[in-house]
């Protein structure tokens, strides 16, 4: 059995997407877009985890994914609670032990986010039955919230993922947020997913992700409905992997000019934070194309969603706001 899914195929945990079924991620999809009604009223709140704790424990700072994990868990009704980790691995405590501590103070969820791949997965094996964890980003492996809500924009956005061609431009390599937007975009059916980048940017296994790889910018991005830029993770990099930025941009830098071959109603998206004018111009990020802040919006839903769902309170219909 999946440690992620239950007997029934029902979430406990939410650590990747690999290997989930499509059934499950448009239940995710549709779920989140019943939360994106109450994010639009002037009471932004459900009473669906009223009485329930989420404790936040990012080994690894993010403001963005940190801020919107609390702000989704607060809309839900939710006590949470941000533990400075730093300070408690500082102080000698074990991180099993520690779980235990915060698991005695009836927590009913942890968000994780860890520098290490498997972090998550980890924690998941050793928190109580009843006690649910999601995977807020760990080391290259996974960050399945994120691909979520990338792919709920996309949606929203497209409509059906068959006819799609999905280009995903930059570093391959380092990237969790990549390897879990082509599961997810996979499992849903899209037509092409490529990846564009320098063969130093890609993983050795890249094909057998199920992707087609393009060296070339024009190539890859040539009819491509929906285009994602990833940031450079200069912070997993080991060695000279690029020549220089200003090279990278030349080569790989998205633009209104390098996105003429792309489909002409062709949305960009990037999970942030950006490098402008090294992974993708200005006037694009900021132009009528970009879908950037639809993101980080929508990226509220999804997480009210996958929150919901792996503690089993998830409506069966659009939920109305206290």
Do not use: C
């Not at 649910?132 to 792919?151: C, E």
């Amino acid at each position: 059995m999946s440690l992620q899914l239950d007997a029934d195929g029902r979430l406990r945990h939410f650590l990747t997407t690999e290997g989930l079924p499509r059934a499950l991620l448009t239940h995710i999809l549709d779920t989140a877009e019943s939360f994106s009604g109450v994010i639009g009223k002037s009471v932004k709140k459900v009473p669906l985890l009223r009485g329930r704790t989420v404790i936040n424990l990012f080994f690894e700072s993010s403001t963005r994914t940190r801020t919107t994990f609390e702000l989704a868990a607060k809309r839900l009704s939710a006590d949470v609670l941000n533990v400075n980790v730093a300070t408690t691995t500082i102080k000698g405590e074990s991180l099993v032990d520690m779980l235990h501590n915060l698991e005695a103070m009836q927590a009913d969820m942890f968000v994780v986010r860890h520098a290490e791949s498997g972090a998550a997965e980890y924690i998941a094996r050793h928190v109580q039955p009843g006690v649910a964890v999601l995977n807020a980003g760990d080391g290259w492996h996974a960050h399945p919230t994120q691909a979520m809500l990338d792919v709920f924009t996309i949606r929203r956005h497209k409509g059906a993922f068959e006819p799609l061609t999905v280009s995903i431009v930059g570093d391959i390599r380092h990237s969790r947020v990549a390897r879990s937007q082509i599961h997810a975009l996979n499992a849903l059916g899209t037509g092409e997913v490529r990846v564009v980048a320098p063969r130093t940017l890609l993983p050795r296994d890249v094909e057998g992700l199920g992707v087609r790889v393009h060296h070339d910018l024009d190539s890859g991005l040539r009819d491509a409905d929906v285009v994602i830029g990833l940031r450079l993770q200069r912070e997993r990099m080991q060695g000279a992997l690029l020549p220089s930025e200003s090279e990278y941009y030349r080569r790989y830098g998205l633009s209104e000019a390098r996105l003429a071959v792309a489909h002409p109603e062709a949305i960009v998206m990037h999970p942030g934070p950006i490098n402008r004018g090294v992974e993708i111009d200005s006037d694009l990020a900021d132009g009528p194309r970009s879908v950037i802040l639809e993101q980080v919006t929508n990226g509220i839903a999804v997480r009210m969603a996958v929150m919901s769902l792996v503690l089993g309170v998830a409506p069966e219909s659009t939920p109305e706001a206290t």
